[in-house]
C-alpha cells in the first residue's frame, strides 16, 4: 500500500465512529411527540405570509418484496389498487399543504422518494403530477427527481415520468454482483440496469445518480471494484455510495442478513477507498459525504460557487428551499420547525380523514439549534469557517462563542484534516472525507447514548 493510502486507511479507522450523517441539524433523533398544536399552526400561519420557494417531497411507501437491508419506511404489498387510495389521501394531503402557502409560492425542486415510486403504475404517476399541478405553481426551472428500481419500472412509466415534468433519475443499483444481490434478496440483473438507463436517456431524463452500498453481505474489495467497473460504464452524472449501517434494532429486516457473511471492517475501509481512488480517474469529483459528481455536474459546480446545501434529501444545489414532505412518514424542514407526518399508514389516512395535516412530530427550533446548524452546514457543504463572515450574518463572534469547539478541533488538525488560521478553519482534501466527524464537534446534542445506540458508523 503506498504511503499515503496507508495513512488515509489508519484515519479512516481512526475516525469510524457512530455519527449523524447530517441530512439536518438537529437530527430526526430530537423530534418528539409531545407538542403544542398551537406551536405548529403558528408556524404554518407564518409560512403563509410571504412567498417562498418551497422543495416538495413525495413519499410512496409500497414496494412489492423486501430487499434485507432495507432502512426505509416501506410496505411490502403487491396490490397496486393500494396506490389508488394512497393518491386520494395525497391529494387531500395537498389541498391541505396548499392552504398553508403564500399563493405567490412556487416549487423549484420535486422529489419522489420511498419505498418505491414506481411501484405506481403510469396512470397512477400521471394522476400523482395532476395532484401537483391542480394544489401547487410549480416554476418553470424545476428540478424533478424520482428514485428508480430498475426491477420495477417499464418504457411506459419513464414515458409517464417525463411527461409530467420529471428531469432527473436516481436508480437504486447497491451492487451488481449475483451471489450478493441473493443474499440481500434483490435480485437485479445488470442487464435491466442498463436497458432502464437506455429508456430514461432514450425519453431525454439525462440527469441520472446511481446508489450504491459498501459492507453488504458477500461484498469483497475485488467484488466491489467489480460493481465500480460495471456502473461506470453506463456513466451517471452522479453516484452516492452509502455505507452499509447496520442497526437491526431500528430496521428489523436486517435481522434476516446472516452476520457472518458481513464483510470484516478493514475490506469495507478498502471499498471505500477504491471507490474514492478509482472515481476521479473516471471523470468523478468526491462532493462529500458519499456523493460523487461529474466536474460539469450541477453538485460540482454548487461546490466551486459555495452554493451547496444539504436537506433530507442529502446535497442540493437549490438554494435555501422550504422542505415540505407529504406521505406517510415524511419529513418537513422549515427555518423554524421540522415535523415528521405519520409513519403508521392507518393513522396517516385518519388524520386526513378528520381534515387535519397527518403530523406525529415536530421540533421547534431554538436559536441556539439554528446557529449550530448554520455552523454544521456550513461545514458539511463549504468545508470552511470564516469567522469575519460569520459574525457579518449572525452578529456572534465564532471564535468566543465556540473556543471550547475550536480547541477540541485541534487533535482534528494534527491529523491534518482541518487548517485553523486567524481567520477561521478549513476543511483539508482528507478532512472531506470526515465531514461528519468535523460536524459532530459543533453538536449540542451528541451524548455517549446517542453515539452508541441511535447512530450508523461513520464508514
Ligand atoms: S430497499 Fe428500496 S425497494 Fe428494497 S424494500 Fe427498501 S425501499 Fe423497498
Known amino acids: 500500500m503506498k504511503f499515503r493510502e496507508k495513512r488515509l486507511f489508519e484515519l479512516v479507522q481512526k475516525y469510524n465512529v457512530p455519527g449523524p450523517r447530517y441530512t439536518s441539524y438537529p437530527t430526526a433523533v430530537q423530534f418528539t411527540e409531545e407538542f403544542d398544536d398551537a406551536v405548529l399552526e403558528e408556524a404554518l400561519d407564518l409560512r403563509a405570509e410571504s412567498a417562498r420557494a418551497v422543495s416538495l417531497y413525495f413519499h410512496i411507501p409500497f414496494c412489492f418484496s423486501l430487499c434485507w437491508y432495507c432502512g426505509c419506511t416501506k410496505i411490502i404489498t403487491r396490490d397496486q389498487d393500494r396506490g389508488d387510495s394512497y393518491l386520494d389521501y395525497l391529494a387531500k394531503e395537498a389541498a391541505l399543504v396548499a392552504k398553508s402557502l403564500h399563493p405567490g409560492s412556487a416549487a423549484k425542486q420535486i422529489h419522489f422518494g420511498g419505498g418505491t415510486p414506481t411501484f405506481l403504475t ?64 434483490r435480485i437485479q440483473p445488470f442487464e435491466i440496469t442498463r436497458e432502464v438507463t437506455g429508456y430514461l436517456r432514450y425519453q431525454g431524463i439525462e440527469k441520472i445518480n446511481f446508489d450504491l452500498i459498501y459492507g453488504l453481505p458477500l461484498q469483497t474489495p475485488s467484488t466491489f471494484a467489480r460493481t465500480i467497473e460495471d456502473v461506470t460504464a453506463l456513466d451517471p ?26 464483510p470484516a471492517t478493514d475490506e469495507k475501509l478498502k471499498m471505500l477507498m477504491h471507490a474514492i481512488g478509482t472515481l476521479p480517474e473516471y471523470g468523478y469529483r468526491y462532493i462529500g459525504m458519499d456523493h460523487f459528481a461529474k466536474e460539469d455536474d450541477e453538485l460540482s459546480l454548487a461546490l466551486d460557487n459555495s452554493t451547496l446545501q444539504r436537506n433530507f434529501q442529502g446535497y442540493s444545489t437549490r438554494a435555501e428551499l422550504e422542505m415540505i414532505a ?116 459543533f453538536d449540542g446534542y451528541i451524548t455517549e447514548e446517542q453515539h452508541r445506540t441511535a447512530y450508523s458508523k461513520t464508514v
Not at 132 to 156: G, M, Q
Not at 164 to 177: E, K, P, Y
Not at 238 to 262: C, T, V
Not at 392 to 398: D, P, Y
Open 326 to 441: 407529504l406521505g406517510m412518514s415524511g419529513i418537513s424542514q422549515g427555518d423554524d420547525l421540522y415535523y415528521q407526518n405519520e409513519k403508521d399508514l392507518g393513522r396517516y389516512y385518519k388524520f386526513l380523514d378528520e381534515g387535519r395535516l397527518p403530523v406525529a412530530k415536530v421540533l421547534p427550533l431554538t436559536d441556539e439549534d439554528k446557529l449550530r446548524r448554520k455552523v454544521i452546514m456550513q461545514i458539511m457543504c463549504r468545508g470552511e469557517i470564516h469567522f469575519e463572515q460569520f459574525y457579518r450574518e449572525t452578529g456572534i463572534r465564532f471564535e468566543e462563542k465556540f473556543s471550547g469547539e475550536l480547541e477540541r478541533l485541534r487533535p482534528l488538525e494534527e491529523d491534518g484534516l482541518v487548517v485553523q488560521h486567524v481567520g477561521g478553519f478549513d476543511i483539508t482534501d482528507t478532512g472531506r472525507l470526515f465531514l461528519r466527524n468535523v460536524s459532530m464537534l
Open 122 to 185: 403510469p396512470a397512477q404517476l400521471r394522476r400523482l403530477g395532476e395532484i401537483i399541478h391542480r394544489y401547487f405553481s410549480v416554476d418553470e426551472d424545476v428540478e424533478f427527481s424520482v428514485e428508480i428500481d430498475p426491477r420495477r419500472c417499464t418504457e411506459e412509466h419513464i414515458i409517464a415520468l417525463k411527461e409530467i415534468g420529471v428531469n432527473r433519475a436516481s436508480l437504486g443499483v447497491q451492487d451488481t454482483n449475483p451471489e450478493v444481490q441473493k443474499a440481500i434478496r
Open 237 to 262: 452524472d452522479r453516484f452516492a455510495i452509502y455505507s452499509y449501517a447496520h442497526i437491526p434494532s431500528i430496521m428489523p429486516a436486517q435481522k434476516l442478513l446472516n452476520p457472518e457473511q458481513f
